[in-house]
């Protein structure tokens, strides 16, 4: 499960074995893609996903996620009421359900570990230890989610505007 040929430049938030983590205040230091808003169900609330800037300047150039691309999506639960700007006006609260993290690999580094293929590392952290990654198998923990983006590198691309030329 090592990563090959060393390579220490690719990411800071996978480790040699291919250990994904959790990016320290990614809110300050990535770019805000876009946001999903699920009105109900068990992934209800706010999806916001954030970037590397870098990763965007390569995508509105390439339309492709450059290797060690990082994308962080927070879900957090959501309240509603009447505002001057209208009724039943829903906002994230400061509560947090969860983070996924996905690392673009265009090498294929860690084949022999179960959650990097098909050219990403995917993982899931929860708020009570968002040091682990408890994502265990990404077939079976992550693509049933993004099959419908395969065609997109599986990932939603259509809510994120940022990717976008302004």
């Not at 040091?131 to 265990?136: A, F, K």
Request: proline letters at 5%.
């Amino acid at each position: 499960m090592a990563m090959k040929d060393g390579d220490k430049s690719f990411s800071p938030y996978v480790d040699k074995q291919g250990r994904i983590s959790l990016p320290k205040d990614f809110r300050l230091k990535m770019v805000h893609l876009g946001s999903f808003f699920v009105p109900e169900g068990e992934a209800s609330g706010f999806h916001d996903v954030y970037a590397e800037a870098e990763a965007v300047l390569h995508y509105r150039k390439n339309g492709t996620f450059p290797d060690g691309a990082t994308i962080v999506k927070e879900l957090r639960p959501s309240q509603s009421g009447d505002y001057t700007t209208g009724k039943n006006v829903s906002h994230a609260t400061s509560d947090i359900k969860q983070w996924f993290v996905m690392v673009k690999d265009t090498k294929g580094r860690f084949k022999d570990n179960s959650v990097w293929g098909d050219g990403w590392g995917w993982a899931l952290f929860k708020t009570n230890d968002s040091s682990v990654n408890v994502s265990q198998d990404y077939k079976k923990d992550c693509l049933g989610c993004h099959a419908p983006a395969k065609k997109t590198d599986w990932v939603y691309i259509e809510g994120y505007p940022t990717l976008n030329k302004p």
